[in-house]
């Protein structure tokens, strides 16, 4: 799998879109991109994927590069409940899909 | 709907004891993993499992076992808990098709004295 290249950590104001940057140079055409939160101990939670077209959910949108070498998670109107542990992650299919691999992460405290 | 299930959500156990971490998926997911997660750092892959009957190791495997004669349960087990091993556990699971994201459980909170 990518290797992927987040900051480390990053703040936002409350109500304020908060845009996290992920590198992932070494993307392959059968990649998906990944992006999970881990809210305080809490398991890590789902929020969104994408291959190649930007995605959007109720939570998120995901913005890929046309090259794919990098994305951006928008949190549109970020509350305080935010504050989390985001990783990107970057993943192939096949016999792997039970395979995660967790780096760092960006840590992402949303102020008043 | 449950989702994943771990149990227990703690335990403490001295060097030497054995336990079984329970986690239980009814999704009807085929692919069911391990992590763990130590203070300030992110998860590492412990085993997996791609169906009932077939498994793999992970990250790191060393001092832990598991089997799957399910799809719904994968059960983890530390043979002979050392201080190392005191973490938080996370169980997940997820279809397996292409673009499918995974499910976390609650995770355990392991702690070896």
């Known amino acids: 799998d990518a290797k992927t290249t987040q900051p480390t950590s990053m703040d936002c104001a409350e109500g304020r879109a908060a845009n996290l940057p992920c590198n992932h140079s070494t993307i392959s055409g059968n990649e998906y991109v990944y992006w999970y939160r881990q809210i305080h101990s809490q398991g890590p939670q789902y929020i969104i994927h994408?291959?190649?077209n930007n995605e959007t959910n109720e939570m998120a949108s995901l913005i890929i590069t046309e090259d794919r070498k990098s994305s951006t998670l928008i949190l549109p109107h970020a509350t305080l409940r935010d504050t989390a542990v985001y990783y990107c992650?970057?993943?192939?299919?096949?016999?792997?899909?039970?395979?995660?691999?967790f780096g760092q992460g960006t840590i992402l405290t949303v102020h008043p | 709907n449950a989702g994943v299930t771990q149990t227990p959500k703690f335990q403490v156990l001295k060097t030497g004891q054995s336990m079984t971490l329970q986690c239980a998926q009814d999704m009807n997911h085929e692919y069911m993993s391990w992590y763990r997660q130590d203070p300030g750092m992110g998860l590492r892959l412990i085993h997996y499992?791609?169906?009932?009957?077939?498994?793999d190791q992970g990250e790191v495997p060393n001092g832990y076992n598991v089997s799957r004669s399910t799809t719904e349960d994968f059960p983890l087990r530390l043979l002979s808990a050392a201080p190392s091993q005191t973490s938080v556990y996370f169980c997940a699971s997820t279809t397996g098709r292409g673009g499918s994201a995974q499910h976390f459980g609650d995770g355990t909170r392991l702690s070896i004295l």
């Open positions: 992650i970057v993943r192939v299919g096949g016999t792997s899909y039970g395979k995660l691999t």
């Open positions: 994408g291959l190649k």
């Open positions: 499992s791609v169906g009932a009957g077939i498994t």
